[in-house]
């Protein structure tokens, strides 16, 4: 007599809720578009593999969530750890997370807490040992306590907010030393002058890797899409950093073959959109995909999930271990333009800059409901664009994909208006 | 022309300035035994007692001998002088503005010397904090305006001869750069009068201070160099210029981080174009550790040949990194 064992039914993840949403979105991004470039199956397959068929990614050593780009990745490398950024863009851990937050919460914020609250939730990173949850914006100070709550060790980052200030910046240093003290607590490996060596050359050709593709979004007509590169660049808060860099190589590789061949991913005159504000995140990459799907090419960036994450470069004078590290410490404060800072001409200046060096035609300004600092430098950047003859669309939205019809509209006038406005100056 | 630019952009600067300073330093302290006399007025401490080794010298050691002459030929014959040591002073100076201090000056160098030595020991760098720094930058002048002010008041018989070129027997160059050619008569006190005994043994005092200043704190003696107080005043028409651009600048900090000057103003300024302050001597480490195409750059005579490059401060830093 056989043995009828009764078989729970567990639906497999890719029928679920976090599984589709992702699907919807990546089958858009790779989909909706002819010539992708070969080298971004690699990313395709990584977001498959991790969002939709929601497999576990193999990581060294210790995971340690981070919140924010400020946490300096290189001392969680040193010190044997393995970082991740934890700054989520699902729906659906969007609505998980709407228990802990208020309703008009930045939707990141919820959605970062709904997934630590999820079980097997996705990207599968593993056990987090640590999450590092810099004091940016409100809603993320408070996620902390919230995330200490769900049982998570969380470690309080303490980024000053006017960074500008001379005692900002010695303040900060201490700050970052005191975490360097912590993560060698935590993962139980000593952080010395020449794994610190080794860690900084891991994130250094990682963002030489990145400039090179960011330079060749300067040319026009472009080379690739925007699409493809918050994609790229959202890969790097969870892929391995070795993997990630090798790909974005060979990815640089295939754009020099495109440059030489004079290939052209969009129309010649299509509008040249620089992207900024609160930072596009897998699956949200809703409003970059409308610019580009209604004929737009996203050009560069001002985001938190790709500029600002992976440019700024850190310079070494004496390479001894304290040096080191306040170097790499200012690197994470100095130039950051993310909007929780009391004054935020830097933003500002690069905006012009990159509008500038990369030949753009207009702003795109994305703000998630609920995100107060975006919306107060609303005004401000507007109002420098416009003094610069940049025209700016802001655009209030949130995880949901309710107002897709609307913003596509929107994002369709905006470029119509471009184009027009070209036309004219043309003529 | 656009590879050579490259070439340029691209260097190690660290080596070619180890070098260049190299030669510098043996050209102006032993240049001497091969005859070799660049006059002396020069824009730099090339210390006038060396004595046989120099190649030229200090310009401040002549310029406080002829303002202590008495004042009636002061404002006469030893006036025109005067006029033509500074003149000659002026010429040197216009070429390489600052650069004399990053690149030939041989206290700077080894001052440079002595932070290689404790980097090789592994003892971390000293500095000050903002508040000691806009304190101690206004020392310079006021050496400067001691060492003019204090020959004229002898020329005029304010005070006795005694005390002759007054910042030379506080300055550290007089005790240490004989050393190099093996003269070890400067490390004495004078006590051939009071003056004297007070200024040598201050001087002895300082050159410690130098020694043990410049091994835990990068240039620590250029801070209050009065000749760099000089060269500031008079930098208006030099013909090397470090300039940058603040659209381009992201205020990383990354030119701070590399200067030995504590210079905030070189990474926090984005709205200045000609971005040399006082206090700096030129040496360019700025310019090198930029990562931002163009932010800084140095010109001669409004052309420029050396600007900073995202290519070339990735080449550098990968070359720090992995060594
Ligand atoms: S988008 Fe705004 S509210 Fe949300 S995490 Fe970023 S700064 Fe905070
Ligand atoms: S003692 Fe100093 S100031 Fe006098 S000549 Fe020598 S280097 Fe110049
Ligand atoms: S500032 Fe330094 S390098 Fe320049 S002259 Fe004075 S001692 Fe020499
Ligand atoms: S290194 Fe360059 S970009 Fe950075 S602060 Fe200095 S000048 Fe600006
Ligand atoms: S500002 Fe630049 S050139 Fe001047 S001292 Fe500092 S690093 Fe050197």
Redesign the pocket.
């Given at each position: 007599m056989s043995e009828i064992r009764e078989v729970p039914l567990k639906p497999a993840f890719n029928q679920s809720r976090q599984a589709r949403e992702a699907e919807v979105m990546l089958n858009h991004i790779v989909d909706d578009f002819i010539d992708n470039p070969a080298a971004m199956t690699y990313f395709y397959d990584l977001f498959r593999h991790a969002f939709i068929e929601g497999k576990a990614l193999d990581r060294e050593g210790p995971g340690i969530g981070t919140t924010c780009i400020q946490v300096p990745e290189e001392l969680i490398y040193a010190a044997g750890g393995t970082p991740v950024r934890l700054c989520n863009g699902a729906y659906h851990y969007d609505q998980v997370g709407a228990d802990f937050m208020p309703a008009k919460s930045c939707s990141l914020v919820k959605a970062t807490l709904g997934r630590l609250h999820s079980e097997k939730a996705v990207p599968d990173v593993g056990k987090l040992e640590l999450i590092v949850n810099p004091t940016t914006c409100d809603q993320k100070k408070k996620a902390a306590q919230m995330m200490e709550g769900m049982g998570y060790q969380v470690y309080d980052l303490d980024l000053p907010s006017a960074k500008d200030n001379e005692a900002a910046r010695e303040y900060w240093r201490r700050v970052v030393k005191q975490l360097a003290a912590r993560l060698q607590k935590v993962t139980g490996k000593k952080l010395t002058r020449q794994r610190l060596r080794e860690a900084m050359a891991k994130t250094s050709r990682a963002q030489a890797a990145f400039r090179t593709l960011h330079n060749f979004r300067r040319k026009a007509p472009s080379l690739i899409l925007g699409k493809d590169v918050f994609l790229v660049t959202n890969a790097y808060f969870f892929d391995d950093i070795e993997r990630w860099s090798a790909a974005v190589e060979a990815l640089n590789a295939e754009l020099a073959q495109r440059e030489a061949e004079a290939f052209s991913a969009v129309q010649k005159k299509a509008p040249r959109i620089v992207f900024t504000g609160s930072p596009p995140i897998f699956p949200n990459i809703k409003l970059p995909l409308l610019i580009e799907e209604a004929g737009g090419v996203v050009v560069a960036d001002e985001t938190c999930s790709a500029n600002r994450m992976l440019y700024?470069m850190t310079?070494v004078d004496e390479w001894l271990l304290s040096h080191m590290i306040e170097s790499i410490a200012d690197k994470y404060l100095?130039?950051c333009t993310c909007p929780i800072f009391t004054r935020n001409d830097d933003r500002i200046r690069r905006l012009l800059d990159l509008v500038s060096t990369f030949n753009a035609d207009g702003v795109v300004y994305q703000s998630f409901a609920g995100c107060q600092v975006y919306e107060m430098e609303q005004r401000s950047v507007a109002e420098a664009l416009n003094k610069a003859g940049i025209p700016m669309l802001y655009i209030e939205t949130d995880y949901s994909p309710d107002d897709m019809g609307q913003l596509s509209t929107r994002v369709e006038a905006f470029l119509e208006s471009i184009k027009t406005r070209k036309r004219q100056a043309r003529a | 022309m656009s590879k050579l630019r490259d070439a340029v952009n691209n260097v190690d600067l660290k080596r070619f300035r180890f070098w260049f300073q190299l030669a510098a330093f043996v050209l102006f302290v032993y240049g001497g035994y091969l005859a070799i006399n660049l006059g002396n007025s020069l824009p730099m401490f090339s210390c006038g007692y060396i004595r046989d080794g120099r190649a030229g010298v200090c310009y401040l050691l002549p310029l406080q001998h002829q303002l202590a002459r008495p004042w009636p030929q002061l404002f006469s014959y030893a006036g025109v002088a005067v006029l033509t040591g500074f003149a000659i002073f002026a010429l040197w100076f216009i070429v390489l503005n600052k650069g004399w201090c990053g690149f030939v000056c041989p206290l700077g160098t080894l001052q440079d010397w002595l932070t290689s030595l404790r980097q090789k020991l592994g003892i971390r760098q000293s500095g000050y904090t903002h508040e000691q720094f806009r304190r101690l930058t206004w020392i310079k002048y006021v050496l400067l305006a001691l060492l003019l002010l204090i020959p004229l008041g002898i020329g005029g018989g304010l005070w006795s001869h005694e005390v002759g070129a007054p910042f030379c027997q506080i300055c550290p160059g007089r005790m240490v750069l004989p050393l190099f050619v093996g003269d070890f008569s400067q490390w004495t006190i004078d006590f051939s009068s009071p003056g004297k005994i007070v200024l040598t043994a201050l001087g002895m005092g300082i050159t410690g201070l130098f020694i043990v200043g410049a091994f835990v704190k990068k240039r620590f003696f250029c801070f209050f160099c009065p000749m760099s107080a000089l060269h500031y005043l008079l930098s208006k028409p030099a013909l090397l210029r470090l300039r940058?651009d603040?659209s381009?600048?992201?205020?990383?900090?990354?030119?701070?981080?590399?200067c030995d000057m504590e210079i905030r103003e070189?990474?926090?300024d984005?709205t200045r174009k000609e971005?040399m302050t006082d206090d700096c001597t030129l040496c360019l480490k700025?310019v090198a550790?930029?990562?931002?195409k163009g932010?800084?750059k140095v010109d001669f005579a409004n052309i420029t040949f050396f600007e900073?490059t995202e290519e070339g401060f990735i080449k550098r830093m990968n070359k720090g990194i992995r060594k």
């Open positions: 700024d310079a100095k130039p | 940058k603040g381009k600048c992201t205020r990383c900090g990354d030119c701070y981080t590399a070189i990474a926090d984005v971005i700025c550790a930029c990562p931002e932010a800084l900073s």
